[in-house]
């Protein structure tokens, strides 16, 4: 079995024992270190060959986005998760744009990490529910049309692409949809394509037709 090497930073070291105690539960997780001020974490990662950091936003010495910095300008060692007592949409934002590929508060970590590190390490992105539903409050106030109850569970999309669909069907571009969720518009591409792909449908109109059978935009 391949683990999965995670690497916490996290200005606590009670958090840091506490996550590490969670994860070890998990047969294929394996911690590989730690961190407890920004400085080193560059260094700690690459070291470790980490494939999954969870990041703290408030570090001393170097803040969370800082590293992010670092990360995106040398070039992402590992896939980033932050774990924040933040929901700030600004600061999502940012991370977000920085090569973050997941987002979660504090208070949810314990339901929601496994979950996280899982997701993100196929792929995906992952957002605790209270900041994707802050995310998508953001661009969902001027349009009617959406459903704001379009966190369902669903047997063939992501939640990420259920956001796509939602999109689309509300005739953001492929630049918007971008803005909107803070991703590169080949993302969107990319995930445009595998929505067709795995609903078999060739065009926007049976996407909208799919959107409104499954209620993730009203009539």
Do not use: W
Request: charged share 25%; proline share 2%; hydrophobic share 40%.
């Amino acid at each position: 079995m391949t683990k999965i090497k995670i690497h916490l930073a996290d200005d606590h070291q009670v958090l840091i024992d506490g996550l590490t105690n969670l994860l070890q539960t998990v047969s294929n997780f394996e911690i590989v270190g730690s961190s407890l001020n920004g400085l080193t974490i560059y260094n700690d990662v690459i070291q470790n060959q980490a494939d999954i950091l969870i990041l703290d936003i408030s570090m001393p010495q170097k803040d969370g986005i800082e590293v992010l910095k670092e990360f995106h300008q040398k070039g992402l060692p590992c896939k980033v998760i932050i774990l924040s007592s933040y929901d700030d949409l600004k600061i999502i934002k940012e991370v977000m744009k920085l090569g973050a590929k997941g987002y979660l508060t504090k208070k949810c970590a314990g339901e929601n990490i496994i979950e996280a590190i899982e997701a993100v390490n196929q792929g995906q992105e992952y957002f605790s529910d209270a900041v994707r539903e802050k995310i998508f409050s953001m661009f969902s106030q001027n349009n009617p049309k959406l459903n704001k109850n379009v966190y369902i569970e669903n047997p063939i999309l992501s939640p990420r692409e259920i956001e796509i669909v939602t999109l689309i069907c509300l005739e953001y571009s492929g630049k918007e949809i971008s803005e909107k969720l803070f991703i590169s518009v080949n993302t969107v591409e990319t995930h445009r394509k595998n929505i067709m792909k795995k609903l078999n449908i060739k065009n926007t109109i049976g996407l909208v037709k799919y959107a409104l059978k499954n209620h993730l935009i009203n009539e």
